[in-house]
């Protein structure tokens, strides 16, 4: 049996292919099919049983090209592939879609295609070539023609080349003089595809239906009330939390308007036209808080009733949350190791300043202690039990240490946090917040850090939301705050703010008789219990130390490090260290010019011993009370004997005399000599010993 011969015709190459793998699937075992299409070009005369032709326009442009004769002439209908409409059906609901084909025509008979099929949950929009920009609109659809999407599109969906629809294959089927049977089974396997797309619709469906009951579940399940309303002001979301509260059912009040559920005209007028982001009422004698988002993209408001109770609740478990991510005080008084009489008297004050809630600033150099005696006065204040943070100003650029300290909102700049981000004062809140280098914050964080301190309330970063805070404010710096204040690079203002308490801890060079105290601390914190030679100390006790503790806590951690595990050296000096005694014996035959003979060496301990240990006290020495001092030592001086040599001693700079009473005070190099003094008294005893 001969078979009947069909031609088909398109316009584009893109759609020849799709047609024809649709006609040898359905047809191809009855009729012998040829392709052509018009973006390609044919010349010749056709001549067959049946000329199928894509489209209207398919048609006109072939018959200006060629002579064509047939027995029957179709111009096909087409339908949306179904094989990519399950793309349709992943777009959210009520989404503006572009729809773009080749044509207008085109255009709508594919949107009506859409609606017939049941994918009728998008507003669609027709291509125009003569328009240009689409407001609002951020998805297109095209079926293959997607290079004519406007470029201002942000997603692009290809949902294929529309197909013949049945009634196109039946017309076929007729003029073929198929009989009966088989133009059943064309049939079927048509069908068994528009089942498909009708199962995949289905699926589609139930699956929305599931997760519209999750979402159901999930807000009922939340402790807040939670309240959903569309740009109609028709309530979409009310859970059962919220519906206790107004004591009506959650059936009852999706679907209708807010004003035929919530009476209270400054509630509904805060919901929907609030500029606050939140705001506090009583609703049935119960004290609410309710937060209002507005969704732009969605043009919906979702508000959420919080029970101010409840809110206290949470604040609670915050705060302790807060300690379990290490947001408290480690170190106590305790922890502060030192007999000397300075010492003692800063851990005495820096008491007496915990009880208080005003600022404090803390001075002194680097490495003195400074964080330690935070951690402390925030433990021993009434606030130990609030959240402590410590921020290092110094080691953040100024636009990041303004959003740790203050926080920002969602979109503030790229990067930014979804949702925004809390800043430290407002997880400090109830608490105390060490801000550590305060002398290296620039001017602007100066000025925002000042209104803290003034209104007690912050501001966060691209915010206008004004955030109460309840914050004790310590502050440490090692710098010289009045230079600073003289140079223009620190506001007054600011410095009397932070200076309403004041602490100075002092330099371990001014308590050098707690370096061994420290030494020893130090080592047995190690878990290495390995002595020390008598003249190591002796060394340690003579340098300066102006990395203070730290810089004695790194000398020890390195010679514990490189000793051979017996006994602690003088080789196990780092070797910039050994250039710095070496110095310091240079300073010894140098500066100091050593006492000729014993006596007069024993002379000189006798009264700078005598004389720091009162300006210790924080008195200046008389002559008197060095005279008395001497007497006590067995080596009787003189007030006369002591002002001559008080003179000699004030004349190379290791003390001052005050005019008339006011006394004498020991300097720097004068501790220095005293310690130089004291080592060479040692050794000499060792020596009369030996």
């Known amino acids: 049996m001969v078979k009947m011969s069909l031609t088909l015709i398109t316009g584009s190459v893109k759609t020849k292919q799709a047609l024809y793998s649709q006609l040898s699937h359905l047809l191809g075992d009855y009729l012998s099919i040829k392709s052509y299409s018009i973006e390609e070009g044919f010349d010749f005369e056709l001549k067959d049983d049946i000329i199928l032709y894509s489209s209207n326009e398919a048609k006109i442009e072939s018959e200006k090209m060629s002579h064509i004769h047939a027995k029957n002439v179709v111009v096909g209908k087409r339908t949306p592939n179904h094989e990519n409409l399950d793309k349709l059906l992943r777009i959210t609901r009520e989404t503006k879609v572009l729809v773009v084909n080749d044509d207008y025509n085109s255009t709508i008979e594919l949107i009506q295609s859409l609606y017939q099929l049941g994918i009728n949950h998008l507003d669609y929009f027709p291509y125009k070539l003569d328009q240009v920009y689409y407001p609002d609109i951020n998805i297109a659809i095209s079926p293959g023609e997607i290079h004519l999407c406007p470029h201002h599109i942000n997603e692009v969906i290809d949902i294929g080349v529309r197909l013949f629809d049945m009634t196109t294959i039946l017309q076929i089927v007729e003029y073929s003089h198929l009989d009966k049977a088989i133009a059943s089974l064309i049939s079927e396997k048509y069908i068994r595809n528009i089942i498909e797309l009708q199962r995949k619709l289905i699926l589609a469906e139930h699956g929305t239906k599931k997760v519209n009951e999750h979402i159901q579940n999930v807000v009922d399940a939340v402790d807040d009330g939670i309240l959903a309303i569309d740009k109609f002001s028709t309530i979409t979301v009310f859970n059962d939390r919220l519906a206790a509260l107004y004591q009506i059912s959650t059936e009852n009040a999706v679907g209708k308007k807010i004003d035929q559920i919530i009476s209270q005209q400054i509630i509904k007028e805060f919901i929907l036209n609030g500029e606050e982001e939140s705001k506090f009422f009583t609703i049935n ?70 009880v208080a809630e005003h600022p404090i600033l803390i001075q002194g150099e680097t ?32 636009s990041l240490l303004e959003s740790e300290l203050f926080g920002y909102e969602e979109g503030t700049f790229t990067g930014a946090k979804k949702g925004g981000k809390k800043g430290l004062f407002e997880m400090a809140d109830g608490g ?29 970063i691209g915010g206008r939301k004004i955030i109460p805070i309840n914050v004790r404010v310590i502050a440490a710096t090692n710098k010289n705050i009045q230079q600073k204040i003289s140079e223009g690079a620190f506001r007054t203002d600011l410095f009397y703010r932070l200076n309403v308490l004041s602490l100075f801890i002092p330099p371990l ?47 020890i951690d390195y010679m514990l490090t490189v000793c051979d595990g017996h006994i602690v050296s003088k080789n196990d000096f780092p070797h910039h260290i050994v250039s710095d005694f070496k110095k310091s014996t240079d300073l010894e035959t140098n500066v100091f010019k050593m006492p000729t003979s014993i006596l007069e060496l024993k002379e000189h301990i006798i009264i700078l011993k005598a004389i720091k240990q009162y300006n210790d006290l924080g008195k200046s020495a008389s002559r008197e009370f060095i005279s008395n001092s001497s007497k006590k030592s067995g080596t009787f001086l003189t007030t006369q004997q002591i002002r001559l040599r008080l003179d000699h001693l004030e004349s190379v700079g290791f003390i001052t005399k005050g005019r008339g009473r006011a006394g004498t005070k020991i300097t720097t190099d004068g501790v220095d000599y005293l310690q130089h003094l004291m080592s060479k008294s040692i050794q000499s005893e060792k020596n009369i010993e030996g």
């Open 432 to 460: 105390t917040i060490f801000l550590d280098e305060i002398g290296d914050i620039s001017l602007n964080v100066q000025s925002h850090l000042l209104r803290v301190l003034q209104e007690q309330e912050i501001r966060r």
């Open 367 to 398: 490495g003195t202690g400074k964080e330690l005696f935070a951690h402390s006065i925030h433990q021993h204040s009434p606030r130990k039990n609030g959240p402590f943070l410590a921020v290092n100003c110094s080691a953040f650029t100024e």
């Open 509 to 555: 060079r001014l308590r050098r008789s707690d370096i061994p105290l420290l030494t020893k601390h130090f080592i047995t914190k190690s878990g290495k219990w390995i002595p020390m030679q008598n003249d190591v100390l002796e060394d340690l006790m003579l340098r300066d130390w102006f990395g203070n503790i730290r810089e004695l806590k790194g000398m």
């Open 285 to 354: 004698n119960v004290d609410i808080v309710i937060y209002r988002f507005f969704i732009k993209e969605e043009d919906r408001v979702v508000a959420t009733f919080k029970s101010v109770n409840q809110a206290v609740e949470i604040e609670k478990t915050a705060q302790r949350e807060f300690r379990n991510q290490g947001f408290y005080a480690r170190y106590d008084f305790d922890d502060i190791i030192g007999e000397h009489q300075s010492i003692v008297k800063c851990m005495a004050i820096a008491k007496k300043l915990a």
